[in-house]
């Protein structure tokens, strides 16, 4: 079994600061892929920043400059790091990840979502 789990959300003032953890556990070979998604109220789902297993990483222009993500393979976690967060960045966040397990097994997992604030 495998479980992908996010945390870190909250409420915080335009200008402030949250970082996001997505922690994979269970029988895992290694994280071939992560990305960073949000879904504000009334929107689309979209995809804001991701790793690769070759290391490159992309960034939705809105967030470019302001977030950045990183990884943790000795522990199978990745972070965002969210700064100068404005309004608009409210959403609920969600970790997709790629997890290579024993047998070639490739696996796609989404985490449950964590909620981001920002007042004005």
């Known amino acids: 079994q495998v479980h992908v789990e996010e945390s870190g959300g909250g409420l915080v003032q335009a200008g402030g600061s949250l970082r996001l953890s997505c922690a994979a556990s269970?029988?895992?070979?290694?994280?071939?892929?992560m990305g960073w998604f949000r879904q504000a109220p009334g929107k689309q789902r979209e995809l804001i920043a991701r790793?690769?297993?070759?290391?490159?990483?992309n960034y939705a222009d809105s967030v470019k400059g302001r977030f950045t993500i990183s990884r943790d393979n000795a522990n199978n976690t990745g972070y965002l790091q969210m700064n100068s967060l404005k309004p608009e960045d409210t959403a609920v966040y969600y970790c997709?990840?790629?997890?290579?397990?024993?047998?070639?097994?490739?696996?796609?997992?989404w985490g449950q979502g964590t909620q981001v604030t920002v007042s004005s």
């Open positions: 790793w690769r297993a070759d290391g490159s990483t």
């Open positions: 269970g029988n895992i070979l290694s994280l071939e892929f």
């Open positions: 997709n990840v790629n997890i290579r397990r024993q047998f070639g097994v490739l696996d796609n997992l």
